[in-house]
T-cell receptor, first 116, second 115 residues
Framework: GAVVSQHPSRVICKSGTSVKIECRSLDFQATTMFWYRQFPKKSLMLMATSNEGSKATYEQGVEKDKFLINHASLTLSTLTVTSAHPEDSSFYIC????????????FGQGTRLTVV | AQKVTQAQTEISVVEKEDVTLDCVYETRDTTYYLFWYKQPPSGELVFLIRRNSFDEQNEISGRYSWNFQKSTSSFNFTITASQVVDSAVYFCALGSNTNAGKSTFGDGTTLTVKP
């Protein structure tokens, strides 16, 4: 299957700082990427859908200004958690699909964010 | 709205036992996709299977098998002769045909296989 790489896999940041998480499709062009958040021992909740070259579509309840998503190229989407607080600590996972007709998305390995 | 229910929060079995993980879904779409993923302690999601709504054939892959029953909106997953390495959280997910790649996940079932 296709490979999606997330970086970093783990990050610890101080409260009030911003942190950027990268999601790259290594061997295919991803027209659409998805960002999920997973709380401990909980399911994955879709945060936003990121389309290359356009604004991301956020799910209800997700703060757009808090979680900035940029999909500037067909192989890279970034999620920036701005002014992070301890409650933002979570596991963030991205997935990427090749085109609108493709029914499968490939997941990155996830990023464990800890805000102290 | 789409919904996936994994009623079993945690399951514990002894190695070599067979175990079935249940998944029930709700959707108004006539065409949809069902997935199973494995999430080991390391955290990454490992894709196991994708099933189209119009294909009700059961599938077997090694020790894994899946039973898709559209009449009961269920997509159950069975591990035969479980092994310690099967210990993980397993997620069932439902994908929309109109927005491929966007999935609704169940809450997951934590499987512990004891030696």
């Amino acid at each position: 299957g296709a490979v999606v790489s997330q970086h970093p896999s783990r990050v610890i940041c101080k409260s009030g700082t911003s942190v950027k998480i990268e999601c790259r499709s290594l061997d295919f062009q991803a027209t659409t990427m998805f960002w999920y958040r997973q709380f401990p021992k909980k399911s994955l909740m879709l945060m936003a859908t990121s389309n290359e070259g356009s604004k991301a579509t956020y799910e209800q309840g997700v703060e757009k200004d808090k979680f900035l998503i940029n999909h500037a190229s067909l192989t890279l989407s970034t999620l920036t958690v701005t002014s992070a607080h301890p409650e933002d600590s979570s596991f963030y996972i991205c997935s990427a699909r090749t085109d609108r007709l493709n029914t499968e998305a490939f997941f990155g390995q996830g990023t464990r964010l800890t805000v102290v | 709205a789409q919904k996936v229910t994994q009623a079993q929060t945690e399951i514990s079995v002894v190695e070599k036992e067979d175990v079935t993980l249940d998944c029930v879904y709700e959707t108004r779409d006539t065409t949809y996709y069902l997935f199973w993923y494995k999430q080991p302690p390391s955290g990454e999601l490992v894709f196991l299977i994708r099933r189209n709504s119009f294909d009700e054939q059961n599938e077997i892959s090694g020790r894994y098998s899946w039973n898709f029953q559209k009449s009961t909106s269920s997509f159950n997953f069975t591990i035969t002769a479980s092994q310690v390495v099967d210990s993980a959280v397993y997620f069932c997910a439902l994908g929309s045909n109109t927005n491929a790649g966007k999935s609704t996940f169940g809450d997951g079932t934590t499987l512990t296989v004891k030696p």
